[in-house]
């Protein structure tokens, strides 16, 4: 893991255009930490099935967040599924300790924006991140956690833009934070 970490850093460091690839979910941690980390201010846009605490909760990833959103940073998000009925809460990133509860207490929820995918949507089969206006981190099969990102693919990181702009207009607002 360390190697996969010095990696990340260094194409970060270098904002490079390079592919990286992603095969779990320490991999995508490590990605989305050094993404939020060194993006300053800007846009962030999440298009997933859920939010996974096993990604968005880890303390590395809470961190770069809420510096991005210090920063002046925006997040919007969109999910797919509905919160999983489980007994286990902490499996549902819009649970009490799911990852709005850990941000509306750091005072940053105004910049946060979630929204429900309708059921048109549900059939998309990929997830992605979009974070400032050309790092992504994009999953090709939305059930697995395979993927691919870089630091430096404007193009690549416009058309998901584009793509989740037109997924936010099908979606309806969720109020997790109230």
Not at 75 to 98: C, H, R
Not at 121 to 131: M, Q
Request: with cysteine; net charge negative.
């Amino acid at each position: 893991m360390d190697d996969y970490i010095n990696l990340v850093k260094k194409l970060s460091a270098q904002d490079s255009e390079e592919i990286i690839s992603n095969g779990s979910t320490d991999h995508a941690a490590v990605l989305m930490s050094e993404m939020f980390r060194r993006q300053k201010g800007g846009k962030a846009y999440i298009f997933t099935g859920s939010l996974n605490p096993l990604l968005y909760c880890r303390e590395e990833v809470l961190r770069s967040i809420k510096e991005f959103l210090e920063s002046g940073g925006e997040i919007d998000i969109i999910v797919q599924n509905e919160p999983e009925k489980t007994s286990d809460a902490s499996l549902n990133g819009l649970s009490d300790d799911g990852l709005f509860a850990k941000i509306k207490s750091s005072g940053f929820h105004d910049r946060l924006s979630i929204r429900r995918a309708p059921s048109s949507l549900e059939s998309i089969p990929y997830h992605f991140a979009v974070i400032g206006d050309k790092s992504f981190r994009f999953e090709p099969e939305k059930d697995k956690h395979e993927a691919f990102a870089s630091f430096n693919r404007k193009e690549m990181a416009q058309t998901l833009v584009g793509k989740f702009a037109e997924f936010w207009g099908e979606a309806s607002a969720v109020s997790p934070l109230s």
